[in-house]
């Protein structure tokens, strides 16, 4: 099972934001992420509604697919 868990790390330390539900030793493995560059992204993204217009559907779409027939 992994177990994925936030913390900082500071003057050599790790500080966790939780306590883990593990009772055993296991094996680690740490990641640090320099300058939080993942929680920063940089842009406006996609908005919902941004295709809204700029799209159709073929008036056939919901139409069975001949390549299918040997199938149905």
């Given amino acids: 099972m992994l177990t994925s868990l936030?913390?900082?790390?500071?003057?050599?330390?790790?500080i966790l934001d939780e306590v883990p539900s593990i009772d055993h030793d296991v094996p680690v493995i740490v990641t640090f992420l320099?300058?939080?560059?993942?929680?920063?992204a940089k842009g406006k993204g996609v908005?919902?509604?941004?295709?809204?217009?700029?799209?159709?559907?073929?008036d056939n779409f919901n139409e069975p697919l001949d390549d299918l027939a040997d199938y149905m």
Avoid: F, M, V
């Fill in 6 to 14: 936030s913390g900082t790390y500071k003057n050599g330390t790790i």
């Fill in 34 to 40: 320099e300058d939080n560059k993942l929680s920063k």
């Fill in 47 to 58: 908005r919902l509604g941004s295709w809204s217009g700029k799209y159709s559907l073929p």
